[in-house]
T-cell receptor, first 111, second 114 residues
Framework: GQNIDQPTEMTATEGAIVQINCTYQ??????LFWYQQHAGEAPTFLSY????GLEEKGRFSSFLSRSKGYSYLLLKELQMKDSASYLC????????????FGKGNQVVVIP | DTEVTQTPKHLVMGMTNKKSLKCEQH?????MYWYKQKAKKPPELMFV???????INESVPSRFSPECPNSSLLNLHLHALQPEDSALYLC?????????????FGAGSRLTVL
């Protein structure tokens, strides 16, 4: 099975930088994804890491350390629309289709 | 078309009713998924279809019955549900090939069982 852990909630100011952590324990690791989910809406894909290191995509960056079972998502220049839940998801095990989500981290951006 | 469309958006049903949730995508994706999401919880995988064949069933009770009529459509048939089955049901699709195989989610069907 998989064990994915994320802190639950954080508040940050517009324009600030926030880091959201995710730790996981799994066998057969095959990629880690970050999704954003606004309340009542579908999760939307943000980033994907399968090798160690940093992936940068605009204001969002994601880092992976496979040896530590650890990832973080960095959100820069926070905007009000970034208020959402951020879900870390791990793909592991047989095949390419079993994606398990962590509890998610609620980010609230304040003016 | 880069969307996954789910209908209905909202569904209220009694425990003796039979209803279906529908999902459609026209991105040429060959894998389709059903996830269940309770309030303030992460999505939980229920079923995966790969090339129109059921490839993953996460020990879901038989009162939930998936169906994949063709590569663009995915249904979830509901029968004799319990109030605790009330949740947001998310459909997703992906290419089901090498690389990232990113899931694209629909907006969900919010189900209330009375």
């Amino acid at each position: 099975g998989q064990n994915i852990d994320q802190p639950t909630e954080m508040t940050a100011t517009e324009g600030a930088i926030v880091q959201i952590n995710c730790t996981y324990q799994t066998s057969g690791f095959n990629g880690l994804f970050w999704y954003q989910q606004h309340a009542g809406e579908a999760p939307t894909f943000l980033s994907y890491n399968v090798l160690d290191g940093l992936e940068e995509k605009g204001r969002f960056s994601s880092f992976l350390s496979r040896s530590k079972g650890y990832s973080y998502l960095l959100l820069k220049e926070l905007q009000m629309k970034d208020s959402a839940s951020y879900l870390c998801a791990v793909r592991a095990g047989y095949g390419n289709n079993r994606l398990a989500f962590g509890k998610g981290n609620q980010v609230v951006v304040i003016p | 078309d880069t969307e996954v469309t789910q209908t209905p958006k909202h569904l209220v049903m009694g425990m003796t009713n039979k209803k279906s949730l529908k999902c459609e995508q026209h991105m040429g994706h060959r894998a389709m998924y059903w996830y269940k999401q309770k309030a303030k919880k992460p999505p939980e995988l229920m079923f995966v279809y790969s090339y129109e064949k059921l490839s993953i069933n996460e020990s879901v009770p038989s009162r939930f019955s998936p169906e994949c009529p063709n590569s663009s459509l995915l249904n979830l048939h509901l029968h004799a549900l319990q109030p605790e089955d009330s949740a947001l049901y998310l459909c997703a699709s992906s290419q089901d090939s090498g690389g990232a195989n990113v899931l694209t989610f629909g907006a969900g069907s919010r189900l209330t069982v009375l």
